[in-house]
């Protein structure tokens, strides 16, 4: 019930499917930019994740407090539309590639949406630069990730 430490939550376990998908990707995908990718997933998730951690271990700012289970709270409907599109993820009929890369467009959509929360509601400055920074980051890799399917794929 408290702004920046379910940010901070939500965001640790999010980064941890992300973190999955690249290391399946690393472990057994064919293109090597795919990789790459997988491999700064890796590297940047470890850095959030730290800032993260550390951000749950202090105490938080007084007048952050929530109500959970209650769906008409701004911050608990929000937070429900940033995570909508991982409960339907789109189909994965493979290649390995083409589904790690379709997927990870997916994931971080909803990583700069729950970023943009913290943005709105967050109260630590240091979540709310990690907050910046995600947005940045996955922002620039949905990019990616779209130029690839789009020069990988075929209609």
């Known amino acids: ?17 992300a973190q999955r998908l ?10 090597s930019t795919l990789r790459e990718l997988a491999q700064h997933v890796l590297k940047g998730h470890e850095r959030d ?10 105490q938080p700012p007084k007048g952050q407090e929530y109500r959970p289970g209650n769906t008409k709270d701004p911050f608990v409907r929000r ?14 009929p493979g290649p390995l590639d083409t589904d790690f890369a ?6 971080h959509q909803t990583g700069v949406a729950l970023a943009q929360v913290e943005l709105s509601f967050g109260k630590v400055p240091e979540l ?10 996955e922002q620039a890799e949905i990019k990616q990730y779209q130029r690839w399917l789009k020069a990988n794929t075929r209609k």
């Open 22 to 31: 690249a290391a399946v990707e690393i472990a057994s995908g064919k293109d």
């Open 79 to 92: 937070v429900a539309a940033a995570l909508a599109p991982l409960r339907q993820p789109p189909p994965t």
């Open 1 to 17: 019930g408290c702004f920046d430490e379910d940010f901070a939550r939500l965001m640790t376990v999010h980064h941890v499917g």
């Open 102 to 107: 379709t997927l990870m467009q997916v994931h």
């Open 128 to 137: 709310k630069d990690a907050a910046r920074r995600i947005i940045r980051d």
């Open 49 to 58: 994740n730290h800032v993260l951690t550390l951000a749950l271990t202090r």
